[in-house]
């Protein structure tokens, strides 16, 4: 199979696993909303902050598991190399330490977002509860107050959405690819070790979605970023990335969130 052939079925997987992640977060998405209003409903209010990253992490590091079932056995199926056990159990075990802890930062990270998107609904919900008092003279109902919140902090969850399940199958993808490189080819790997470095023989090349969403440096980086060592990063608009949506030698965010480009590998064994 050729590269362009492998960087298409990358990304036909890589579609259908953010279908799956995007449905699981709808839903997920919509349990936020229902203890939301919640919250808004009761007297005292009650904090559901702790529920929501604990849901957000379990939902991302089954998500990630389900993509590396996929993309962990990238080069086995493409390039018909057959891992070892040793190298299987190698790759597992990595990927489980990084997932575990990309889980637990990400679900931070996100819950900062969330935390914002509900805080702006509360202050909209007061503007519109404000108009109502004067028009009307008589005080809004809290369940009306709560429904009115709700509604509009689903508005801005909704909005996160293609954000959200692009970047973290692609991350999950990418990194997988990775760490099945560098076991197949040295027997150890560097994900958890950001910023280390292993002789590596083969190569990598970056490949682009070439339509109107792609950004600039990413369609530069397919016509320029091809032939690099395995274990040297890409220069993606003057950063540096192990690999697409890598953020770990510090891309800033605009090079990583939403990537949708594809990394192939051709070792030597």
Known sequence: MNELKRAKQDLRYKMR???????ELKLLFSRFVADFYDSLSLDPRVSFEQLWVERLKDLLLTHYKRCS???AK?????LDIVATEEQKDAIDTNLALFFALEASMTASELLKTTEKNADRAIQLADLERVDHEEETGSQMAKVTYAAIAANLFRQRLKSRLKTVTTTETQKAAEVSKLVEVEV???????????????????KKDWFAVLDNKTRKDHV???HTQHDVPVNKPFIVGG???MYPGDRSLGAPIKQWINCRCI????PNK
């Open 184 to 202: 197949i080819t040295n027997g150890t790997t560097t994900i958890n070790s950001p910023g280390s470095s292993m002789r590596l023989s083969g």
């Open 74 to 78: 990238n080069l086995e199926r493409q």
């Open 17 to 23: 696993l953010e279908e799956v992640l995007r449905s």
């Open 263 to 266: 990394c192939i590998y051709s």
């Open 69 to 71: 079932a996929v993309f």
């Open 220 to 222: 530069e980086a397919d």
């Open 239 to 241: 950063y540096k990335m």
